[in-house]
């Protein structure tokens, strides 16, 4: 691959990244629409939650947790020196790598009327909005 295209891919692919991001929307916005509404639809949507904490008398803490994985790609550039022998290239590479990020996801609920409905919740952190 050519350092120019190289160059052009190291410019796209964050760009690609930021873009994706902003389409999906923060955590906290979607977390927020579960507010007033049954633990079970939270359930229905991701699956039983991974702690229940009791927080006290009519109050639980439910808490999903979610592993991100983004592969961040490798790179390479290419050097050109003079020297008195003539030109040399010299190519520098950069391995690529898989990220994981650790997510929680808490809700707080509270028992009303024989059913439990989210009263409030824990913002994630920001690598995992």
């Not at 990244?17 to 927020?32: E, H, I, Q, R």
């Not at 229905?44 to 439910?62: E, L, S």
């Not at 997510?103 to 059913?115: E, K, L, V």
Request: glycine fraction near 8%; charged fraction near 20%.
């Amino acid at each position: 691959m050519s350092v120019s295209k190289i160059k052009r891919w190291s410019r796209i692919v964050p760009a690609i990244l930021v873009s994706a991001a902003f389409l999906a929307g923060c955590a906290s916005d979607v977390m927020k629409g579960y507010l007033g509404k049954p633990l079970e639809s939270l359930v229905i949507d991701y699956g039983p939650p991974t702690n229940v904490i009791d927080i006290g008398p009519g109050r639980k803490a439910y808490q999903w947790r979610k592993i991100n994985t983004m592969a961040v790609p490798g790179t390479s550039t290419e050097q050109m020196r003079r020297t008195k022998h003539g030109k040399s290239y010299q190519t520098i590479e950069t391995p690529g790598y898989v990220q994981e990020t650790e997510c929680f996801y808490t809700f707080y609920a509270q028992f009303s009327y024989g059913r439990w409905y989210v009263t409030d919740f824990r913002k994630p952190k920001l690598e995992c909005e």
